[in-house]
């Protein structure tokens, strides 16, 4: 392609001055070669810096925000998605589905393949704090609307205005399906309050 759209930086560079990365984005941005730029997974207090550089230096403002968030991950509700809220920044969150742990009940998850191998899952704090009754009730919610759980863990997350474009991760079509499906699935307040309720605070994953 002549164009990228949307060009992603992977988390925070330590060893390069914030003021460099951003000099060359913006480069990208003025060549043509790239429309707009994102941000990836870290703290807040990084982010707002990289913001007040490119707004102080004249240079390409970071448009998205891609970061850890789902129902069994929460702890970017305390800074980065007020923050992101305030500053007009694009939500579009990774692993929404707990990479998989919130579309089957938990006691299946370590009889699948993934679940046998996927060491990845285990880093996350998924199956901490109230995340296993989180799963209930996932389960639960989709049984009662003839839903999958998947879809109930995505619509939840359209449901949040701070969310504009979870980045499902599938390997079939019909998984992409039922996910442009739970577009149309309608939580009530009471739904999400439900089950928002087991949420307990776990400690900081993806940009640890
Ligand atoms: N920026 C970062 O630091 C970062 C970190 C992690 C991931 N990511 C990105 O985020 C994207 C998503 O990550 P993820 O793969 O961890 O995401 P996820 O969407 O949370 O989980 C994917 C898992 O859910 C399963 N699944 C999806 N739809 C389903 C359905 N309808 N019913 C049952 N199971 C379903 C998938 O199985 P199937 O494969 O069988 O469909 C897969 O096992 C990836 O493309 C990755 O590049 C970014």
Not at 32 to 59: C, I, K
């Amino acid at each position: 392609m002549d164009t990228i759209d949307l060009y992603q930086i992977h988390r925070w560079d330590y060893d390069t001055p914030i003021e460099e990365t951003l000099a060359t984005l913006d480069d990208a941005v003025r060549r043509g070669d790239v429309r707009y730029v994102g941000a990836s997974s870290m703290w807040t207090h990084q982010f707002a810096d990289a913001l007040h550089t490119s707004d102080r230096e004249g240079y390409e403002r970071f448009a998205t925000m891609q970061n850890h968030y789902n129902l069994a991950y929460r702890e970017e509700e305390r800074e980065m998605l007020p923050f992101c809220q305030t500053e007009r920044i694009g939500v579009m969150p990774w692993s929404p589905l707990a990479r998989g742990y919130l579309t089957r009940p938990d006691e299946d998850i370590d009889a699948t393949t993934r679940g046998e191998t996927e060491e990845h899952m285990y880093r996350h704090p998924y199956r901490e704090g109230g995340g296993t009754a989180v799963n209930e009730r996932v389960a639960e919610l989709a049984d009662e609307k003839g839903v999958k759980m998947a879809q109930i863990a995505l619509s939840w997350l359209f449901h949040k205005e701070w969310v504009d474009t979870p980045i499902v991760g599938t390997t079939s079509v019909e998984h992409l399906e039922d996910a442009v499906e739970a577009l149309d699935i309608d939580l009530s307040a009471s739904d999400v309050e439900w089950l928002e309720e087991p949420y307990e605070p776990v400690r900081v994953s993806g940009h640890e």
